[in-house]
């Protein structure tokens, strides 16, 4: 480029240069690139008015790059713009040379797959592109490059299959290792699902464990978990796909700017896989995937009945068809841990297609054990007791109950506040963190407070602190 200022320079040119953002490496021979740039500047050189400015502009599209050298000349003369490149072909006043510079450019050009032409700008000057394919690149936009292949959504990696436990006891102890606690009953249903291939429809109170299972279940099987939280509204462009209208639209204004394409390939680049936000469901099913996922549709009885049925297609299939792409299809389909809190009945046909398990309130024995898992700073009194004064809040008349969250904010809750035991004076203090209704507050706050941790001490065995 010192060359080109030079030349600039001497002729009183101003020559402004739009330099290529960093990471963008063009797919062709650079001393042939480098040949045909510097005549096209001293094109520009030659034919711009004495005083005005020519201007090189690199940009670059996901996989194209343009060069741009802009002059003011004052428009071109009539005729074919592509005679321009014609050999021996000259216009215009200043004859100089022979004609051939453009020759041999579209000639080196179109041997790296890549275009040169001209635009007129009546009255003002002329602009002279050469659009070239990008190289790959290294980093994030590299990965982006490769992925834009349309259909490459479509084609599959063979997932290396999780491995499932070889026994139930085997499940509860890997569970056990992610600190969930896992009975029986509930191990079984885990187990089966995993073996049958079946989604598991988890129902319970609120605070039993269900979005916490399938977490566990995920990192004790060492895959990943995706999870989709339910909503009243929840529609397809939020749980399955959406396009990236605003990507879409930098993308056209430059593959507009640039001329790259026909409307049918630019139709198809806009609407490939680049340009694709994949919301959890298309997440779970991408065949792309390694190691199948645990899915978590979390509170489903909060979705539309509507979702409730567009799922039951998906759970059938494990695919789904992309009218601009195509269909996409799990290789090796998730395990769907689906959960309600029964705030309404989730219909019969996808709970027929699940595995159903009810969690109940643990016993004083598993909720213990979840206190110990989760609350490691407690002293076993504390926890001891702290759960079963839980448990007696379970049977006592109460608007809302606590789940296991409650028993072990609160052991945490005691901990933090220097307490060894649970006390009369404990509970008044803390019962905000058990109990989150007002009349609820009202109602045990006080003596009942005191006559209930008598109960729950006798049952456990444990001394009364006072
Ligand atoms: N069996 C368990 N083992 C270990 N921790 C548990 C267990 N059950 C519940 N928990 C603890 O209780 C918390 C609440 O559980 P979780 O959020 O999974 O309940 P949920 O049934 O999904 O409740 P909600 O209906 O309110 O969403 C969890 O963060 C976890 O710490
Ligand atoms: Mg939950």
């Not at 799990?330 to 027929?352: G, I, M, W, Y």
């Not at 941790?453 to 006798?458: E, G, I, N, Q, V």
Request: hydrophobic share 45%.
């Amino acid at each position: 480029m010192p060359a080109a200022r030079l030349a600039a320079n001497s002729k009183g040119i101003k020559l402004t240069l739009v330099p290529i953002e960093p990471g963008v490496s063009i797919n062709a021979d650079r001393r042939v690139l480098a040949a045909v740039v510097m005549n096209l500047l001293e094109n520009a050189f030659k034919f711009t008015r004495p005083r005005t400015t020519v201007r090189l502009q690199v940009c670059a599209s996901a996989d194209r790059v343009l060069i741009e050298v802009q002059d003011e000349c004052g428009g071109l003369p009539g005729g074919d713009i592509n005679d321009l490149f014609r050999p021996f072909e000259q216009r215009g006043a200043n004859r100089s040379g022979l004609g051939l510079g453009l020759a041999f450019s579209r000639v080196a050009i179109e041997a790296s797959a890549g275009r040169i032409y001209a635009r007129n700008l009546p009255n003002v000057g002329c602009v002279f592109a050469v659009n070239l394919p990008a190289r790959a690149r290294s980093g994030p936009r590299d990965r982006r490059l490769s992925a834009r292949r349309r259909g490459d959504i479509l084609r599959g990696i063979p997932p290396q299959s999780v491995p499932i436990p070889g026994s139930i006891s085997d499940l509860q102890k890997r569970l056990a290792g992610q600190h969930y606690v896992a009975d029986r009953g509930l191990a079984v249903s885990l187990f089966l699902a995993l073996r049958l291939k079946r989604p598991l429809f988890l129902e319970g109170e609120a605070g039993v464990g269900k979005t916490a299972l399938a977490g566990a279940t995920a990192a004790a099987l060492g895959t990943d978990l995706i999870r989709l939280q339910c909503y009243e509204g929840l529609d397809v462009s939020h749980a399955l796909y959406e396009w990236d209208y605003a990507r879409q639209l930098l993308e056209l204004r430059i593959l507009d700017a640039t001329h790259t394409l026909d409307r049918e390939s630019a139709r198809r680049e806009l609407y490939s896989e680049t340009f694709l936000i994949k919301r959890p469901l298309l997440q779970a099913i991408d065949p792309r995937r390694t190691r199948p996922a645990v899915l978590l549709i979390d509170e489903i009885d909060r979705a539309d009945e509507e979702f409730e049925g567009f799922l039951l297609e998906l759970l059938a299939e494990f695919q789904i068809t992309i009218p601009e792409l195509g269909t996409v299809r799990a290789t090796e389909p998730p395990l769907v841990v689906l959960t309600s809190n029964r705030t309404r009945e989730v219909h019969d046909a996808l709970k027929r297609r699940c595995l159903y398990h009810w969690i109940e309130y643990p016993s004083f024995e598993k909720e213990l054990a979840i206190v110990r898992e989760r609350a490691p700073g407690a002293s076993a009194r504390m926890a001891e007791q702290v759960t079963a004064m839980v448990q007696e809040l379970r049977r006592a008349d109460l608007y809302k109950v606590p789940g296991v969250s409650e028993t072990i904010d609160w052991v945490t809750a005691l901990v933090a506040l220097d307490r060894d035991a649970l006390t009369a004076d404990a509970i008044d203090e803390t019962l905000g963190v058990v109990l989150k209704a007002k009349e609820d507050l009202e109602a045990v706050r006080g003596p009942r407070a005191a006559e209930l941790l008598a109960r729950a001490t006798t049952r456990t065995d444990v001394a009364p602190s006072r």
